[in-house]
């Protein structure tokens, strides 16, 4: 996709979300940091579900450590990996106490430090609670990114860079979501809905889609 193209796209994709939020379920920082890190391999909606029992009992780092990582593997056992993840929630919220006064830090190394969290989870935290312009590349972002040929790629970080260079700096912030709401609904992994898409203008997708004889009426 040409780089004078990039703008239009965005601005395209963003029409229908003029104020995109996560989708996932959180109250502060270290509640928006607890369920990314649970969001591995796992889908916002089962992760929704776990937290809002999760979060009745402990939603403080202080709480967490105390509910133990048995506690907290009572709360999740329904989403994937839940035993590292229980592991990692009670050990990084007793980092946050030992080292942060409680408080998750507004610092890249200081959250990439912390147990489950790599660079992917960093940027959502970075991006969601701190309002910084950075690319969280998902499966949904980088399947998005080389399709359309916004951002091609043969990495993750790949993506992230290209993403982050090419997407003007003034949509940037936002972005983030825009691109996850997008892959989620209408740009999907196995037959994309281009006959939906607003943007398909500037899209390099060869394959496009059109609109099949059974769509809901709300399409036709």
Not at 34 to 62: F, G, H, M, W
Not at 106 to 124: C, S
């Amino acid at each position: 996709m040409p780089l004078a193209d990039v703008r239009a796209f965005v601005t395209a994709i963003a029409a229908g979300h003029p104020e995109p939020r996560s989708e996932l379920a959180f109250s502060d920082p270290y509640t928006l940091l607890v369920a990314v890190v649970l969001s591995a391999q796992a889908t916002d909606i089962s992760v929704n579900k776990a937290t809002a029992t999760l979060y009745r009992e402990a939603s403080t780092p202080e709480a967490m450590v105390q509910l133990g990582v048995e506690g907290v593997a009572r709360h999740i056992k329904s989403i994937g990996l839940w035993q590292g993840k229980a592991r990692n929630v009670v050990a990084l919220s007793q980092i946050l106490l030992d080292r942060f006064g409680g408080t998750v830090p507004h610092d890249r190394a200081a959250l990439e430090a912390l147990p489950g969290v790599g660079r992917k989870t960093a940027n959502v935290v970075l991006n969601v609670a701190f309002g910084d312009p950075t690319m969280a590349v998902d499966t949904h972002i980088f399947r998005l990114g080389n399709r359309t040929g916004l951002a091609p790629g043969a990495s993750v970080r790949a993506v992230e860079d290209a993403l982050v260079k090419r997407i003007p700096a003034d949509l940037l912030r936002d972005a983030h979501n825009w691109l996850i709401l997008h892959g989620r609904y209408i740009c999907k992994a196995r037959k994309p809905e281009c006959w939906r898409c607003p943007a398909t203008a500037w899209c390099r997708y060869k394959d496009k889609t059109e609109m099949p004889a059974n769509a809901p009426e709300a399409f036709v």
